[in-house]
């Protein structure tokens, strides 16, 4: 079995619709990872003894989501040298607006690379990039990734083009 070089943890299992997208970005590139769930107040020394030991355990890059008074990925990246990519998960309360300031004002020294709210899935294709920094199959794979993405932006014109906006928005129902 391949070893687990990219760690997906959330505070909560209530977290976990959203930072399943990040792990299916991870098995479409054929990422080998683990997803746990830590609170960093529920569960405050299993999150510290998980940050001690991530970097032995080989874990390259860390994909940390919470919602609200959000202090995981912050407090692990205190304890590890490898870097950490924020998921702040929409609040019901302040619609994330909380989670997102908790983990993206990190002081300087500490840093939390901070995606958008609820954009589990760009954490995960920015792990996967900074995987393929030393990687010669995932940087040719994230290649492909990107020309595919811009082939589907290209499709849409054409179809924009030939059936004119009214038909276009009641076909793809915008
Ligand atoms: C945070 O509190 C978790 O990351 C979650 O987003 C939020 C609410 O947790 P639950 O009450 O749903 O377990 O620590």
């Known amino acids: 079995m391949n070893k687990v070089i990219v760690s997906i943890i959330m505070g909560s299992d209530s977290d976990l619709p959203i930072m ?48 609200g008074a959000a202090h995981l990925a912050g ?10 990519i924020g998921v702040p998960i929409k609040t019901s309360t302040l619609n994330g607006i909380d989670s997102l300031y908790s983990i993206v004002q990190m002081p300087p020294g500490v840093p939390v690379a901070t995606v958008g709210i609820n954009a589990a899935k760009n954490a995960a294709i920015l792990a996967v990039e900074m995987l393929a920094l030393t990687d010669k199959s995932l940087k040719l794979k994230i290649q ?3 020309v595919k993405m811009a082939k589907s932006i290209d499709e849409k014109n054409k179809k924009l ?14």
């Not at 407090?75 to 950490?84: E, F, G, H």
């Not at 083009?161 to 915008?174: F, H, R």
């Open 161 to 174: 083009n030939e059936l004119g906006i009214k038909n276009y928005l009641e076909q793809t129902k915008k």
């Open 144 to 146: 492909e990734y990107k």
């Open 20 to 67: 399943k997208e990040a792990s299916d970005i991870l098995d479409q590139f054929k990422v080998v990872h683990e997803v746990l769930v830590i609170s960093a107040h529920r569960s405050p020394a299993k999150t510290e003894s998980y940050a001690k030991t991530a970097v032995k355990r080989g874990i390259k890059v860390i994909i940390a989501g919470a919602g």
């Open 75 to 84: 407090v692990v990246a205190a304890n590890v040298t490898i870097p950490v």
